[in-house]
């Protein structure tokens, strides 16, 4: 869409900055859109002057699939995760008829959702990079290490971080609710701003997930900005992760296994992490999540 055929874009707004959806999904494109010269607001609210109002999950979903019902605007759902087979399946479903386009984060959950709706709009527009871009020839040593993340993913992460301790591992964990319980590493709760900043003081990023189907389909954006910070990253999910996974280590038993590839197969980290930050800056940019909305106005218009 060019600048000469302006629109006005609201944005749902359903939560704060300590929302990772609402940081990555709203904000990012709030920023992306206005350089094309589209008017663009997020709202707890719909517009009814806009020329689409963009709605994502939100907490009061019977008042969501009213406001869908009754604006007489362009409707976009954004999905950034696969709750289709979970508790707020029903909420999914009559969103996605209520939309005039559907976007989501990742191929994996396009392909996921072109097969749940054929004949809908599928498009992807990627999370953005959001940490702060540090230099990977930084000296490495597997010592420093952190866990970031929605408190939600904590107990799939919980083995790793035990293990961590057990070995001697100088561990942080970062996120958005108290941890339960005996807490013998450093917890920081999450504040807008902490991790982007504070990433690139880290050589190593943990990140074993479930692997649920829905996990699956979540955003690759930890593994982005652990990258483009300049750490290496252990994860034991090579689906979720996809091309990533090639530029850090990949392991399904223990961390101490993890930790011991770096020896075994001689592995140069700084340039290792070096060529996934080039892949990561040339995939996330700015520049890409702009033609993807150019892409996105221009089959809803």
């Not at 561990?171 to 920081?188: K, S």
Request: glycine residues 4%.
């Amino acid at each position: 869409m060019a600048k000469e055929n302006p629109k006005i874009i609201n944005f749902v707004e359903t939560g704060d900055e300590t929302s990772a959806s609402h940081r990555f999904r709203a904000i990012k494109p709030y920023e992306v859109l206005t350089k094309l010269g589209h008017t663009v607001t997020i709202r707890k609210f719909p517009r009814l002057d806009a020329d689409v109002n963009v709605f994502q999950k939100h907490f009061l979903q019977d008042q969501v699939l009213d406001w869908m019902k009754k604006v007489p605007t362009k409707i976009i759902f954004d999905v950034c995760d696969d709750h289709f087979d979970r508790k707020h399946g029903k909420f999914y479903f009559s969103a996605v008829s209520n939309a005039n386009l559907i976007t989501c984060t990742n191929k994996r959950m396009e392909k996921r959702l072109k097969e749940l709706f054929p004949d809908s709009k599928v498009f992807v527009y990627y999370d953005p990079i959001n940490s702060l871009q540090s230099d990977s020839t930084k000296s490495f040593s597997p010592t420093k290490a952190i866990w970031f993340g929605h408190s939600t993913n904590l107990e799939d992460a919980r083995p790793w971080l035990e293990e961590a301790l057990k070995i001697g591992l100088d561990l942080t964990a970062h996120t958005n609710i108290p941890v339960q319980g005996d807490v013998p590493f450093q917890y920081i709760p999450f504040t807008p701003g902490w991790m982007e900043e504070n990433l690139k003081n880290y050589n190593l990023v943990l990140l074993p997930t479930g692997n649920q189907p829905w996990v699956n389909m979540k955003s690759e954006n930890r593994f982005v900005d652990a990258l483009n910070a300049g750490c290496l990253v252990i994860t034991n999910n090579n689906t979720l992760y996809g091309d990533l996974v090639a530029y850090g280590i990949y392991e399904t038993g223990s961390l101490k296994s993890g930790l011991e590839q770096i020896v075994k197969k001689n592995l140069d980290v700084p340039t290792l992490v070096k060529l996934g930050q080039d892949y990561v800056r040339r995939t996330y940019n700015d520049e890409v999540i702009k033609e993807q909305w150019k892409t996105i106005l221009n089959q809803l218009f």
